[in-house]
C-alpha cells in the first residue's frame, strides 16, 4: 500500500510535469525544421491563391478548364511558367548571392526577357507536355542569356549550349549547311531530352540532373561516390564541383525565385502573351531563305532569329527544309510558297569541285555565267582545287559585284573548317594510357584549346585510352608520316639528303626542316639526323 501510494504521487508529479514542459518542447522542436522547410522558399510568403501573387498589371489567370484534369489556362507565359515550377523550395547564401547579381544587374534582366519572347511559348509548351519542372523554361537565361547564336569557348551553341558530341547523341545535324544546336524547335527537344536522361540517372534529384547539364555526369558521379566513400551527404549542397556548377544551379534557383516575386524584388516583367509566336511550316524541298523572307514579308533579320540554325543563304539541300514563320505572316508565306516550282526555290547552289572540272564546263552545266560564278566566289582566275567547293549563280543576270551572303549572324569558328591541300591536313591519333590533352597538343605542336574544340571536349576534359582524336595539324607532314614519330638515324659515308628522302619516303625540304640548323648541303658521315620513322612492315 504504501509503495503503491508512493507511486501515485510521484507518477501523478511527472504527469504534471510533462504537461508543463510538452508545450515548451514543442516550441524547442520548431526550430529543428530543415532550411527547405523554413519560409524562405521561391514562392514563399506568397498567398495560396492563383493571381494573389506578384502579378499586378499582367492580368490574371483564365477560369482553369470545365473538365476535371485540364490545364488552368494563363493570360501571360511568366504565370504559367511560374504555375509549373517544381524544383526544391530551398534557399541558402549560394543563391542570395547570385540573386543580388541579378537584382543589381536589371539591365540584364530586361534584355533577357526580350530575347526570350519569340522562344518563351514553344519552350514552354514543350516542358509542359514532357512534365518537366518549369523552371527549365528559364535554364536558357543562364546558358545562353537566350542568345541564338551565342557560342562558347567550349565549342557549345544555341540558346542550350550544346557541344557537338553531345549534340550528335541527340539526333542534331551540324553541317556546312545547317546546325541543329541553334534550331530553337529541335534543340529544345534534344535538351528535354537530355535532361530527362539525366533525371533518371540520378534517380529523380533534379538538382544533380542539372548540375550533370553543365559538368558532364562523369563529374557529378564522381564527386558522389567521392561523398560516399566518407559516408557523407551525396545531395547536390554536399558535392565537390567544379566553381561554375556550383553556381549555375543557385543561378537558376534564384532567377527563378526572382520571377516568381519581380513585384517584391522590383522587377518589370514584360507582359509576354500566352500563345503561339511563330508557326512551323515545311517547304517541300530547299529554299532561298531571302526568298522566303519575301514570300513571308518579313526582313532577313527576322527570319534569322526565328531559324537561326540555317548557316547559309539556303536550308540544306538533305533537309530539314522547316521555317519558323511569324503566326501573323504564316498564311501568306505558306499559300506562296506551296507555288513555287523545284527550280525557282533556289538561286544559288554549291558544287563540289572534281577533277576534270573547269570553271567553263560547270557554268555550262548549272546554264550559269562564268564572270558570275568569279564574282561570286571571289575568285581572280579560273584554277580549282578538287574537292573544295564553288557557289554557283543559277541566274544569268550579271552580278554587279559579289552578293553572295551566308547567314551573317552564325559564328565563323562554329562553321565546319574547309580542309584543303594547302591549309591543314586532318590526321587522328589514338589516345594511349597516361595521355592528357596538354601532352597530345604538344606532340603535335598545336594549341590544346583548339584541340579540345576539335574534338568538342572541354579543356579539362578526362581522355579515356582507346578514344580516337581528330587532330588538324599545322605541319606539312604527310598524314601518315604525321602518326609515326621521330628517330634518330647516323649518316653513313655516301649519304646524302637526296638518297635519305628517296629512304625514308620523304621530301628534302622536310628533312632540312626536322634539322635546322645542323643540315647544309653536305652531310657528314657520323653526323646525327632526325626523320619520320615507318612503322615495320
Known amino acids: 500500500m504504501e509503495y503503491s501510494c ?33 519560409d524562405h522558399s521561391p514562392l514563399s510568403g506568397l498567398s495560396a491563391k492563383q493571381g494573389d501573387t506578384d502579378w499586378a498589371g499582367f492580368g490574371k489567370p483564365v477560369a482553369s478548364g470545365k473538365k476535371k484534369g485540364t490545364r488552368p489556362e494563363f493570360d501571360n507565359l511568366w504565370q504559367r511558367i511560374v504555375s509549373l515550377y517544381a524544383l526544391p523550395r530551398e534557399y541558402n547564401f549560394q543563391i542570395e548571392r547570385q540573386l543580388q547579381w541579378f537584382l543589381k544587374n536589371p539591365d540584364y534582366l530586361d534584355r533577357v526577357q526580350r530575347r526570350a519572347e519569340p522562344y518563351l ?15 527549365f523554361a528559364l535554364l536558357p537565361i ?30 542534331l545535324q551540324q553541317n556546312w549547311w545547317y546546325d541543329g544546336r541553334r534550331d530553337i524547335d529541335a534543340a529544345t527537344q534534344a535538351a528535354i ?25 562523369g563529374a557529378v558521379q564522381n564527386a558522389i561516390n567521392w561523398n560516399w566513400r566518407r559516408h557523407r551527404p551525396a545531395d547536390f549542397w554536399s558535392l565537390n564541383l567544379p566553381r561554375e556548377t556550383r553556381d549555375y544551379v543557385p543561378r537558376l534557383l534564384a532567377v527563378s525565385r ?36 519575301e514570300l513571308a514579308g518579313i526582313s532577313m533579320h527576322k527570319l534569322y532569329q526565328l531559324n537561326p540554325g540555317y548557316n547559309q543563304w539556303a536550308s540544306s539541300p538533305y533537309g530539314p527544309h522547316r521555317l519558323l514563320i511569324p503566326m501573323e505572316n504564316a498564311k501568306l508565306f505558306s499559300e506562296k510558297v506551296d507555288k513555287l516550282s523545284e527550280v525557282t526555290k533556289v538561286q544559288w547552289r554549291r558544287h563540289r569541285i572534281n577533277h576534270g572540272d573547269s570553271i567553263e564546263s560547270i557554268a555550262e552545266d548549272y546554264g550559269a555565267s562564268v564572270d558570275n560564278i568569279l564574282k561570286a566566289n571571289q575568285l581572280s582566275d579560273t584554277r580549282l582545287d578538287p574537292g573544295t567547293h564553288l557557289i554557283v549563280p543559277l541566274s544569268d543576270e550579271e552580278l554587279a559585284h559579289y552578293n553572295y551572303f551566308p547567314n551573317p549572324n552564325t559564328p565563323k569558328r562554329s562553321l565546319p573548317k574547309r580542309i584543303t591541300r594547302s591549309s591543314r591536313e586532318k590526321i587522328f ?35 579515356r585510352p582507346g578514344t580516337r582524336l581528330a587532330i588538324a595539324s599545322r605541319n606539312s607532314v604527310s598524314r601518315k608520316s604525321a602518326s ?8 653513313k659515308k655516301g649519304d646524302s639528303l637526296t638518297k635519305l628522302a628517296r629512304r625514308f619516303k620523304v621530301s628534302v625540304a622536310d628533312l632540312r626542316k626536322w634539322n635546322k640548323p645542323r643540315t647544309g648541303k653536305i652531310l657528314i658521315p657520323g653526323q646525327r639526323i632526325k626523320v619520320h620513322s615507318r612503322p615495320a612492315g
Open 121 to 135: 511559348f514553344e519552350i514552354v509548351e514543350q516542358i509542359e507536355n514532357q512534365g518537366i519542372p518549369g523552371e
Open 484 to 491: 609515326y614519330g621521330f628517330r634518330s638515324y647516323t649518316v
Open 429 to 463: 591519333y589514338t589516345v594511349r594510357r597516361g595521355d592528357t590533352l596538354s601532352k597530345i597538343a604538344r606532340r603535335y605542336a598545336v594549341n590544346p584549346k583548339d584541340l579540345a574544340r576539335w574534338n568538342g571536349l572541354g579543356r579539362r576534359s578526362v581522355i
Open 258 to 293: 526572382l520571377f516568381a516575386n519581380a513585384e517584391r524584388y522590383g522587377i518589370r516583367l514584360h507582359p509576354v502573351k500566352n500563345r503561339p509566336y511563330f508557326k512551323k511550316i515545311t517547304a517541300a524541298s530547299q529554299i532561298d531563305l531571302k526568298m522566303a523572307a
Open 142 to 171: 543562364v546558358e545562353s542569356a537566350f542568345q541564338p547564336y551565342a557560342y562558347s569557348h567550349a565549342d557549345a551553341s544555341g540558346i542550350w549550349q550544346f557541344i557537338p558530341s553531345t549534340a550528335r547523341l541527340y539526333g
Open 6 to 38: 508512493r507511486f501515485s504521487v510521484r507518477t501523478g508529479l511527472l504527469a504534471l510535469l510533462l504537461f508543463v514542459l510538452l508545450p515548451g518542447c514543442s516550441q524547442k522542436a520548431g526550430f529543428k525544421r530543415s532550411v527547405s522547410e523554413i
Open 193 to 217: 531530352r537530355y535532361l530527362q536522361k539525366l533525371n533518371r540517372d540520378f534517380n529523380g534529384d533534379w538538382l544533380l540532373s542539372l548540375a550533370a547539364y553543365n559538368c558532364g555526369e
